[in-house]
């Protein structure tokens, strides 16, 4: 199985701060990486997929990179409705896993 | 815009067999471009992929709860179901189903979810 591991859990921040968000795989995953956020209560949004593809309608502030082992989602400036949960996703087999979360907190 | 829309029982006894079928509207789940899949979340906790199946019948499961799982999809109604049997309270979450992309493998469309809690 692949592990994901996200890091941080949680950070604080304001709004307008840039924020980068690491996920690392326990092997490598060439770039079949997709980052989810999600509100309280809500269903997950997909972001990102294949490390550095912006979905359909997601802000251009989101953006992602890495490969291998190492990937990093960067929001450029932290609007309100950005405070939320993170998820990292990877897809390299048939045994797909997600990454443990990191909260973006107010500060 | 494809919806998604998960039902069934929102309290399942311990032991007993949870089951959930996901209403795909807007697309249809024949389409080869796609697979469907199940996910859950623990209160407080990530996102746990439980397995999907290919609208031919091919499914993938998680491991970890492979023994327990059966994954199916009836195209005819445009529906796809999770059963998962010997539960525990450990098996209560908020049970999410999702289309995938066979492209990136990565979940563009997710249902609204629903929780699922397994007392006596």
């Known amino acids: 199985d692949i592990q994901m591991t996200q890091s941080p859990s949680s950070l604080s921040a304001s709004v307008g701060d840039r924020v980068t968000i690491t996920c690392r795989a326990s092997?490598?995953?060439?770039?079949?990486l997709n980052w989810y956020q999600q509100r309280p209560g809500k269903a997950p949004k997909l972001l990102i997929y294949?490390?550095?593809t912006l979905q359909s309608g997601v802000p251009s502030r989101f953006s992602g990179s890495g490969s291998g082992t190492d990937f990093t989602l960067t929001i450029s400036s932290l609007e309100p409705e950005d405070f939320a949960t993170y998820y990292c996703?990877?897809?390299?087999?048939?045994?797909?896993?997600f990454g443990g979360g990191t909260n973006v907190e107010i500060k | 815009q494809v919806q998604l829309q998960e039902s069934g029982p929102g309290l399942v006894k311990p032991s007993q067999t949870l089951s959930l079928t996901c209403n795909v509207s807007?697309?249809?789940?024949?389409?080869?471009?796609?697979?469907w899949s199940w996910i859950r979340q623990h209160p407080g906790m990530g996102l746990d992929w439980i397995g999907y199946i290919y609208h031919y019948g091919r499914t993938y499961y998680n491991p970890s709860l492979k023994s327990r799982v059966t994954i199916s999809v009836d195209t005819s109604k445009n529906q796809f179901s999770l059963s998962l049997n010997s539960v525990t309270a450990a098996d209560t979450a908020v049970y999410y189903c999702?289309?995938?992309?066979?492209?990136?493998?990565?979940?563009?469309?997710w249902g609204q979810g629903t929780l699922v809690t397994v007392s006596s």
């Open positions: 092997q490598s995953i060439s770039r079949y």
């Open positions: 807007g697309d249809s789940i024949s389409s080869g471009n796609y697979f």
């Open positions: 996703q990877q897809s390299h087999n048939t045994q797909l896993s």
């Open positions: 999702a289309r995938g992309t066979v492209a990136a493998a990565a979940f563009d469309s």
């Open positions: 294949a490390a550095s």
